[in-house]
C-alpha cells in the first residue's frame, strides 16, 4: 500500500490555466507538507499543515493556495499558471514534532506551456 | 545563511567499495533530527536514515550508516559496499521546529552519486 501518494504523476498545461494537485497519505500522520524541487534539484517548503490548520507558509504567491479537508488529505490549487511553476511538487507527511521519518509521495512534475 | 551544508555536488565511486558523502549543519536547537534521503532518476524521495539529536548511538540502516558528530555538527552517510542501483542524488535534511507542535525538514542541496562498475 502506498503511504503518500500523489496525483497525477505528470501534468502539462498551458499558461494560465488553474490546475489541482492531490495528496493523500494513510499513515495517521497529523502534519502535512508541500514541498516544490526546482530545475537544479534544491527542494524547498512552501506549505506545513497540522491537524488540518495552516502552520507554514513560505514565500509562496497566493496563486498557490493549499486545501486540507482532513488530516489525510493536503491538496494544491494553482490558479492562473505562469512558466516559472514549472518544477517537480512533493508532498510529504510526518507526526508531529518528535516524529523520527517523514515520507514522500512520488512528486508532481508540473510542466507550464 | 544555509542550515544545511552538502559539499560534495558530485562523487564517483567503484562498486563494491564504501563511501562518504558529508552534510554539516548549523542550528541552536538542542532538540533536532537529520535525514538522509534518496533520489533515484526516476524521481521518487526515498527515506534512508535518521539520527536525533540525543542518540548516543550513530544510527544504521543495512548498508546505510550516519557518522554522527555533534560537536563537529556533521551527519555523514556512508554506504558499504555500493551496489549500481545506489547512483542517485542523495539529501541531507534537518528537522525543525516550525511551531503549533509541528515540523520541518529543510534540505541540503544535494550530492550525486555514480557507482562505477
Known sequence: DTAVSQTPKYLVTQMGNDKSIKCEQNLGHDTMYWYKQDSKKFLKIMFSYNNKELIINETVPNRFSPKSPDKAHLNLHINSLELGDSAVYFCASSHGIFGTEAFFGQGTRLTVV | ?117
Open chain 2, 1 to 117: 545563511a544555509q542550515k544545511i551544508t552538502q559539499t560534495q555536488p558530485g562523487m564517483f565511486v567503484q562498486e563494491k567499495e564504501a563511501v562518504t558523502l558529508d552534510c554539516t549543519y548549523d542550528t541552536s536547537d538542542q532538540s533536532y533530527g537529520l535525514f538522509w534521503y534518496k533520489q533515484p532518476s526516476s524521481g521518487e524521495m526515498i527515506f534512508l536514515i535518521y539520527q536525533g539529536s540525543y542518540d548516543e548511538q550513530n544510527a544504521t540502516e543495512g548498508r546505510y550508516s550516519l557518522n554522527f558528530q555533534k560537536a563537529r555538527k556533521s551527519a555523514n552517510l556512508v554506504i558499504s559496499a555500493s551496489q549500481l542501483g545506489d547512483s542517485a542524488m542523495y539529501f541531507c535534511a534537518m528537522r525543525e521546529p516550525s511551531g503549533a507542535g509541528s515540523y520541518q525538514l529543510t534540505f541540503g542541496k544535494g550530492t550525486k552519486l555514480s557507482v562505477i562498475p
